[in-house]
């Protein structure tokens, strides 16, 4: 149906969204009132290139993304008690060890599996079975995913309800419904407002991409797909340390 292979050259990001220091938004499914921003500074945040797979001591960043609630949120409910941890001796970052995060999880209905894995979850939804392979072995061999994949567009609405991904590599020219659908759908329900939308073709016009941003899409690339600026910018969307260059 696409053009298969890999080449050298990607496309470019045409959506950004970013929050503001310190900016509020307010009480979310934990109960806690939001707060300021945390820098990811100090022991225990991320080093460039070290992947742990298990990790047993958090950031509030890191905390806030695997429950997927705000980081003012998590500092709120540390700050209350709530949330056990450890301040930094001689600094004011706070510290979550791994099982304090598992039972505020767990006392607050959070799904655990993302802090049991410690990979993040990606959906890839192509029928061509020869992309799908080239995408899933690249995100297995980076070793911070797990990855499942689907073959069609209503297939896809419903893993991405039950499996609910971090993120979705979305192919726009499925068997049933097109790409655009897919988004549209995912965007309709707010349960799935979190998961980012990474769409990918070999056959597009220039300003159909205009009409994905507006169904909801986060990223778009073209086929044949460079693997490696996918890594990088499926990393960027997920706020992972980009791959170490060869």
Do not use: W
Request: aromatic share 6%; hydrophobic share 35%; net charge negative.
């Amino acid at each position: 149906m696409e053009g298969l292979g890999v080449v050298t050259a990607g496309g470019s990001d045409f959506r950004e969204e970013s929050r503001a220091p310190g900016e509020g938004i307010g009480p979310d499914r934990t109960g806690c009132p939001a707060g300021p921003v945390e820098p990811e500074q100090g022991p225990g945040a991320r080093v460039k290139g070290a992947y742990p797979t298990m990790k047993t001591v958090f950031t509030t960043g890191e905390a806030a993304k695997i429950c997927k609630v705000s980081q003012q949120t998590i500092i709120r409910c540390f700050d209350s008690g709530q949330l056990k941890g450890f301040r930094v001796p001689g600094s004011r970052f706070r510290r979550i060890p791994r099982d304090a995060l598992y039972r505020f999880m767990r006392e607050n209905n959070i799904p655990t599996d993302a802090l049991e894995s410690g990979r993040r979850k990606i959906l890839v939804v192509d029928d061509e079975p020869e992309v799908v392979q080239i995408i899933k072995d690249a995100l297995l061999a980076d070793g911070r995913f797990e990855v499942k994949d689907v073959d069609n567009g209503f297939g896809a609405g419903m893993m991405a309800k039950e499996y609910h991904p971090d993120l979705m590599v979305l192919d726009i020219m499925l068997p049933d419904i097109n790409g655009k659908a897919v988004c549209e759908l995912v965007r309709r329900d707010p349960s799935m407002s979190d998961i980012k939308i990474f769409c990918i073709s070999g056959m597009i016009e220039e300003d159909k991409i205009d009409d994905l941003k507006e169904s909801g899409a986060d990223d778009f690339m073209s086929k044949p797909l460079d693997v490696d600026e996918l890594i990088r910018r499926i990393c960027k969307h997920l706020d992972l340390e980009m791959p170490a260059t060869p």
